[in-house]
């Protein structure tokens, strides 16, 4: 998706695809650590028609550069995922979620060191985000261009918040089991 909106954008090439999806701090949210993957992408694009190869060019020293284009269906296809992505939520199976369904198989105290680890990684990421999103405002980005990484924040702020509350259940004896307490909730609700 980030690529083909890149290719919709302007001509481009892989180099630059990869150039533009690190300084643009979208690393995030599309997986391209290699350049090798924007390869990969651009290939499956072209092979399903959705970008065609406008040229191909070799600056002095440089190797041979393939410059894309987006076609009419290619135009036509983004869109309509684009629409559907921004309007219509869909079902994703995130691991954490699947965690918290069998977290009592863990003791309490294991659980509560586990949440505390998250929520400091949890803190981490957002602290580095938030910079981020600062200096791109600093250089002039405008807003419109950064709302994914706006929502990435609020995202890990509730998170964080609700990670924060539970472990202080936990440390509380707010919240609290034993095989003892799971033997009989299986019982009643089994």
Known sequence: MVILGFVLEAPSHAYRMH???RQRGKDNVVNVAQRNSVYQTLSQLKTA???RVRETAQGEGRPE???YE???LGKKTFYAWLEAMLGEPRREFN???AALA???ALTPEVARVQLQQRSETLKLQLSESVSTFRTWQDKGLPRLVMLDDE???VLLKAEIQWLDGLIAELESGAMTWNEKYLRE???QFG
């Open 19 to 21: 150039e533009l999806i």
């Open 49 to 51: 028609e959705l970008i």
């Open 65 to 67: 550069r393939v410059v």
């Open 70 to 72: 987006i076609t009419p």
């Open 95 to 97: 691991e954490f979620p």
């Open 102 to 104: 069998t977290l009592m």
């Open 151 to 153: 929502y990435k924040q």
């Open 185 to 187: 909730l299986a019982a």
